[in-house]
Each structure stands twice: as C-alpha cells, then as structure tokens.
C-alpha cells in the first residue's frame, strides 16, 4: 500500500513539471528519476522494518513444516512398529489358543480313557463279587444238601434197622460217603 502510494505521488509529480500532454511513448526522465529513488527509498524502508520480520516468520514457518514432517514420520514409524507388535502379539495369542485347545483335548482322551479303565475295573469287581457271591451260596446249598440228605439217610436207616443208632457216629460216616461219591 505504502508502494502504490509514493508510486502515485511520483507520477503526480512527474505530470505536475511537464504540464501534461505528452506521448504515451516519449520519455520523462523526471519520472524515471523519481520512481527510482521512490523504488529505492521503498526498498531501504522494507529491509529495515520488514525484511528481518518476514524471514523470521519463513524461517519459523519452515521449522514448523519441518518439525510436524519428523513427527509424522515418528508417528507412521510408531504406528507402524505397534501393528507389527499387535501382529506378534495376535499370532502368540493363536499359538497359545491353539495349545490350549489341544492340551483340553489331550486332557479329555485321558479322562475317557482313566474313566473306562474305572469302569472296567468296577464292573469286573462286580462280577468277581457276584461270582464269590454265587459260589459261595452254591456251596451253602450244596452243604444243605449233604445235611439233609444224611439226616434223610439216617432216618431211613433208623427205619430199616429199627433200632436205635448214634448219630454224630453216623453222620460221620455218611458224609464221609458222600465226600467218596463226590471225588468220583
């Protein structure tokens, strides 16, 4: 603004001194003169006031571009180094499901296998304990049997002979029979 102005004053001047009416291709030299030394004064003025201010201000502006550039290139590189932890980090949390999971099954076959050999083991100890169960009744009955039937053959034999017989003598002889016929 302060350019244009001493640039109108000078013109004003220049046309003031040759009364006006001049060719637009002739040359003033007293124009020339004063736009020059206006061009300079202007000039001299801007390097004193201005210049300083505004390399200032470019120099402080560069720094700022710079300074954001270098941290959004800190930023990309963080961001970058973090995706790439967080990709670790998800592979070693897959690796660990993955083990997890099959330690699980691992664990489930073990528990199928220990569960069946327990139930083996309970069912054959039922059927060894209803065998001894059976066996033992078995032979409960069988001596019943061998009680009755000598007591059966005493009293046939008391009938036969008529007479009166021992009995513990008897029934000694009798299972002793028994346990001949049984061998054979």
Known sequence: MLVFSLIALSAMFASG????????????????VWTILTFLILLFILKIFAWKPILAALAER???????LQMAE???????????????QLLLAEDEAKKI????RVYAEKLKTQLLEESKVQSQKLIANASQEIERK????????????????????EKILKQSVDKNANAEMIKKYIDEIQKN
């Open 17 to 32: 001194e040759e009364g006006g009416g001049g060719s637009l291709l002739a040359v003033n030299y007293g124009l020339a």
């Open 62 to 68: 560069e720094q700022k571009i710079k300074d954001s």
């Open 74 to 88: 800190k930023a990309n590189e963080d961001a970058k180094q973090m995706i790439e932890e967080n990709k670790k």
């Open 138 to 157: 078995k032979n409960e009955a069988f001596d019943q049997l061998k009680n009755q039937v000598a007591d059966l053959s005493l009293s046939i034999a």
């Open 101 to 104: 999971v099959e330690q699980s």
